[in-house]
């Protein structure tokens, strides 16, 4: 849940108003694939309900993810195929943001396309250093992922923008409660 609270932390009410308007509400059931590894998606997906599961071919399964993640972020900024695939573990309701939407808005608001890419800019900052601590060059919990609080960890312009960014994902999930999902 830290995650999404980060990102619509970065956003303001417009654009996370706009993105529950513009982006398409998908229920997906157990076992349905959202993002196929090495299949082309740029698209991002929030998920409102349930668990995800990132698996690799090779490896097999890498995380789970809850409420309030976000993925296919990656292939959204550099247009890579994924590099892993995201399976829906039970049945999923997600909002789908597409790519050619969130272009379009970025062309004629470029200051929403600032915020979007700082949001993102930090959320893989944060990824990296997290798979980075996993190989043991550093501490282990001090990612999104992570519910402890560090002493240097609290940044008071991050901290400010929770509480909103908690009221704007309250607000998108009783939006997105009434709209028909695909």
């Known amino acids: 849940m ?4 980060f990102i619509l932390g970065q956003l303001s ?20 694939v959202i993002i196929q590894e090495g299949v082309s998606n740029s698209d ?9 599961s990132i698996e690799d071919a090779k490896i097999g399964p890498i995380a ?4 309030g993640e976000i993925v296919g972020e990656m292939s959204f900024v550099d247009n890579a195929p994924p590099s892993a695939s995201v399976i829906a573990k039970g049945d999923c309701m997600l909002l789908q ?9 970025i062309e004629a608001d470029p200051a929403f396309g600032m915020r ?9 900052a944060d990824r990296l250093r997290g798979t980075v601590r996993r190989f043991g060059y550093g501490e282990e919990n001090n990612t999104l992922d992570s519910d402890e609080i560090l002493a240097d ?3 008071e312009n991050l901290l400010d923008t929770v509480s909103i960014a908690g009221d704007r ?13 695909e």
């Open 97 to 105: 943001l597409s790519h050619d939407m969130l272009e379009n808005r």
């Open 169 to 181: 994902f309250d607000r998108m999930l009783k939006q997105l409660a009434s709209a028909k999902a």
């Open 64 to 67: 789970e993810l809850g409420t």
């Open 44 to 52: 991002l997906f929030i998920l409102l309900q349930g668990t995800l």
């Open 2 to 5: 830290r995650k999404v609270l």
């Open 116 to 124: 979007l890419y700082k949001a993102l800019s930090f959320f893989l």
């Open 153 to 155: 960890e609290l940044d």
């Open 13 to 32: 009410d417009n654009d996370t108003e706009w993105m529950t308007r513009a982006g398409t509400k998908k229920f997906i059931q157990d076992g349905g």
